[in-house]
Antibody
Framework: EVQLVESGGGLVQPGRSLKLSCLASGFTFSNYGMNWIRQAPGKGLEWVASISSSSSYIYYADTVKGRFTISRDNAKNTLYLQMTSLRSEDTALYYC????????????WGPGTMVTVSS | DIQMTQSPASLSASLEEIVTITCQASQDIGNWLAWYQQKPGKSPQLLIYDATSLADGVPSRFSGSRSGTQYSLKISRLQVEDIGSYYCQQAHSNPFTFGSGTKLEIK
């Protein structure tokens, strides 16, 4: 059974940093591209960042480019999101999602980890 | 960036009714479109990919179609377990944008 479990969320002050993790199981992690997608409270979905299976290709939304860094450790079956210079508008539930059925569809999602940016 | 205009924002329908949700892409995205269902308090689930293909385990009452740059999700006979929000997503080019969502309720 495919499982994705995010961790690392919490309450953080504006301007500070936070690192999210996503532990994958039930599939060969190193064969799949992975993504972070977020959802602000009561709002819709926003794609944040993608990383290819071997980390050769990395993409970011303009809203986080230069502040967030996506990475992965295939030996540990873990995806990361390093977030710096956090803003109130980064407050959201952050989902880890696997790419499937081709390049840019998200076929499995974790339950998410909440990030709240507030003083 | 490609904009995905989704309608309606909310929808109330009766059990067994046919429900249709649409998304309009701001430019040609071919068949690079997905639909997701998000039940209350849960993570999104992929329903449809490549505009018309059903994802594994998704009931056959869900279907997708395309007409030019307009895409539709149809639920042929609404069931109580179908309540939640629905989102389209273009998979044509970065950034991979979502529609604003449709909240579906039972009348």
């Amino acid at each position: 059974e495919v499982q994705l479990v995010e961790s690392g969320g919490g309450l953080v002050q504006p301007g500070r940093s936070l690192k999210l993790s996503c532990l994958a199981s039930g599939f060969t992690f190193s064969n799949y591209g992975m993504n972070w997608i977020r959802q602000a409270p009561g709002k819709g979905l926003e794609w944040v960042a993608s990383i290819s299976s071997s980390s050769s290709y990395i993409y970011y939304a303009d809203t986080v480019k230069g502040r967030f860094t996506i990475s992965r450790d295939n030996a540990k079956n873990t995806l990361y999101l390093q977030m710096t210079s956090l803003r109130s508008e980064d407050t959201a539930l952050y989902y880890c999602a696997r790419q499937g059925y081709g390049d840019w569809y998200f076929d499995f999602w974790g339950p998410g980890t909440m990030v709240t940016v507030s003083s | 960036d490609i904009q995905m205009t989704q309608s309606p924002a909310s929808l109330s329908a009766s059990l067994e009714e046919i429900v249709t949700i649409t998304c309009q892409a701001s430019q040609d995205i071919g068949n690079w479109l997905a639909w997701y269902q998000q039940k209350p308090g849960k993570s999104p689930q992929l329903l449809i990919y490549d505009a018309t293909s059903l994802a594994d385990g998704v009931p056959s009452r869900f279907s997708g179609s395309r007409s030019g740059t307009q895409y539709s999700l149809k639920i042929s006979r609404l069931q109580v377990e179908d309540i939640g929000s629905y989102y389209c997503q273009q998979a044509h080019s970065n950034p991979f944008t979502f529609g604003s969502g449709t909240k579906l309720e039972i009348k």
